[in-house]
């Protein structure tokens, strides 16, 4: 069995307070949508960037992608082989106890697999994830209103590398609905619900390593917020 990951997960329970209770879930079965965006011109855009690299286009949207359960962690440090990775903050729900839970994690991926198969980059990396998370049915009904960010530390400064709402994101419970997973999610299932585009720096550059990130994602109606940050290490790639 995976090890487990540990959740502080917050609920209202139609009280005043909030109240928070930390879950172990054991991840069994990871998901990872892409191409989820809601407009069409937004998808185009990140097909565009990801031509750029020499990243073949879809065969259509969403796509499902199947990964490793065990490549989730929560790990502030994680190894990649090369420089060619990056990462890109995601809405992500799991299943525990009977319900659907939302946090935040990054799809990171290696660039350099991914021009020649997106599937087999989709495995080549640790996948970031938060150590907090919020009740979905709690925040679906105003899902478009939170806000999903991230930042790099680039050139001894951090700068803002994605932002914006999850209003550019399908809805996630279609996402759900229309993954493998359908209505038979158990508990340890993972799904990550895809990213926004990134923002070019100075040079023009989209899409691009950074030796740290930080991934959040905000609550503004109830002024919260799920962040996590980590470092990464790149090792040798020895032929």
């Known amino acids: 069995m995976s090890t487990p ?24 079965q990871f998901i990872i949508a892409g191409w989820t965006g809601r407009d069409s011109a937004a998808i185009a855009h990140h097909i565009h960037e990801l031509e750029l690299l020499g990243v073949p286009a879809p065969s259509s949207v969403p796509l499902f992608y199947r990964a490793s359960a ?3 962690t929560q790990a502030p440090l994680i190894e990649t082989l090369g420089e060619d990775s ?6 992500l729900l799991f299943w525990a106890e009977g319900e659907w839970w939302l946090t935040v994690a990054s ?8 021009t020649y198969s997106v599937a087999v980059s989709k495995q080549m990396c640790p996948k970031p994830i938060a150590a907090a998370a919020w009740r979905w049915a709690e925040v679906a009904p ?15 400064q951090w700068v803002d590398y994605q932002q914006g709402t999850l209003s550019s994101i399908r809805p996630l419970a279609s996402l759900c609905a229309d993954s493998p997973l359908g209505t038979a999610a158990q508990d340890g299932c993972f799904l990550s619900c895809g990213t926004l585009g990134a923002i070019h ?4 550059v989209g899409i691009r390593p950074a030796a740290q990130m930080e991934i959040e994602l905000r609550d503004p109606r109830r002024q919260r917020s799920i962040v996590h940050r980590y470092q990464v290490q790149t090792l040798p790639v020895v032929a």
């Open 142 to 156: 105003y899902q478009d209103e939170l806000q999903l960010r991230s930042r790099i530390f680039e050139d001894g």
């Open 201 to 204: 720096n100075a040079q023009g």
């Open 5 to 28: 990951l540990l959740f502080a997960c917050e609920s209202a329970l139609d009280t005043a307070l909030p109240r928070t209770e930390v879950r172990a879930v054991f991840p069994r």
């Open 107 to 114: 799809d990171h991926t290696d660039r350099k697999v991914e």
């Open 86 to 91: 990056s990462g890109e903050a995601e809405p």
């Open 70 to 72: 065990s490549l989730l």
